[in-house]
């Protein structure tokens, strides 16, 4: 665990980086928090748990303006813009992480998150030397775009960089399988890819902090690039399945040949460089549906 460091940590506010953020002030580190506070709430919330706030915005501020420090975890980006609104979306996700990473050129460690969203569809679990592909228009692109930046700058300058392809994370600050079950909560039907079962490899916050937290100490150049997920598999109708029975609801899934096609991980190379997910998805969805929803009579799970 890293201790007595300076750490920038970007989209500090994020369901990804809040807890990374929070774990890594609490070891001792002096944290700054960035992001651009949409909801103003969010600096105090990273006072309180100890992480200095800093307002910058991605892709209009000057990175030069930053503090120093001695590790950048830059989950920072712009996410769910609507395709014409891709100028911006490549600013941000792309020429700011290329100026972050020059900012930072003599950091220890650099940690770009990109996605599991950037790899063309297969059937069966994605490996880093798999293709990319357009999984969420031009967001996936501009991920794609973003690790080819890190890995130009990572060998130009040097720089030790992790680039991490989030799967998808869950937990206390939500994420997807929890919103697919908060729909489900809601009465809403849950839209799913028409190729069923839809497997998918969710990553607990508890894994993310500790694997993501390793990926700032692992960093090489040029970068390692690993995926980032849950170790144990599950489809969507399984977890949905599951927490149904737990809470007393019917899921109501929609078959669509347009919703996002599934996507899960091959954790192999994950295994080798950051270690292994230890929270089992039953337990991990049953402790963030506890964590969210207090007014909920959960009962005890059996593993
Ligand atoms: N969660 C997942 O399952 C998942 C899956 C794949 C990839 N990822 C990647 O992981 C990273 C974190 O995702 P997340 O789920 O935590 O997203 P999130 O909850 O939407 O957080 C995004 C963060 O970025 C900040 N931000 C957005 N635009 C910004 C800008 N122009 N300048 C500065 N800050 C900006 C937001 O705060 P403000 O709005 O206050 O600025 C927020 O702190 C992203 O890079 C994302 O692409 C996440």
């Given at each position: 665990m890293i201790e007595g460091a300076r750490i920038l940590v970007t989209g500090a506010t994020g369901r990804v980086a809040f807890p990374i953020a929070r774990r890594l002030a609490a070891a001792g580190n002096e944290v700054f928090?960035?992001?651009?506070?949409?909801?103003?709430?969010?600096?105090?919330?990273?006072?309180g748990v100890g992480v200095a706030p800093l307002r910058f915005e991605l892709?209009?501020?000057?990175?030069?303006?930053?503090?120093?420090?001695?590790?950048?975890?830059?989950?920072?980006?712009?996410?769910?813009?609507?395709?014409?609104?891709?100028?911006?979306q490549f600013e941000v996700n792309v020429q700011a992480t290329a100026r972050l990473l020059r900012r930072y050129a003599d950091a220890r460690g650099f940690v770009l998150c990109s996605t599991g969203s950037q790899y063309a569809f297969q059937d069966r679990p994605l490996r880093e030397d798999d293709p990319p592909g357009v999984h969420l228009g031009p967001y996936s692109v501009s991920k794609t775009a973003a690790e080819q930046v890190v890995q130009l700058l990572s060998r130009e300058q040097a720089s030790p960089c992790t680039i991490i392809r989030v799967f998808s994370t869950y937990g206390p600050e939500g994420g997807t399988p929890i919103d697919r079950i908060e729909r489900m909560l809601a009465g809403k039907e849950i839209p799913l890819h028409k190729d069923a079962p839809n497997m998918y490899t969710p990553i607990h916050e508890d894994d993310y902090v500790a694997l993501g937290i390793r990926a700032l100490e692992v960093g090489e150049s040029p970068p390692v690039v690993t995926n980032y997920a849950g170790s144990e598999p599950v489809s969507a109708e399984d977890y949905l399945a599951f927490a149904g029975q737990m809470l007393g609801v019917t899921p109501r899934i929609a078959y669509r040949e347009d919703a996002w096609w599934p996507i899960a991980a091959d954790v192999t190379r994950?295994?080798?460089?950051?270690?292994?997910?230890?929270?089992?998805?039953?337990?991990?969805?049953?402790?963030?549906?506890?964590?969210?929803?207090?007014?909920?009579?959960?009962?005890?799970?059996?593993?």
């Open positions: 928090g960035a992001a651009r506070f949409s909801d103003p709430a969010g600096e105090e919330r990273l006072r892709g209009r501020d000057d990175e030069s303006t930053l503090p120093d420090a001695d590790y950048v975890f830059h989950a920072g980006a712009a996410l769910n813009l609507p395709p014409t609104e891709w100028e911006w994950m295994h080798e460089v950051l270690g292994v997910c230890k929270v089992l998805w039953r337990v991990g969805i049953m402790q963030s549906l506890a964590a969210r929803h207090p007014e909920l009579d959960l009962p005890e799970v059996e593993v």
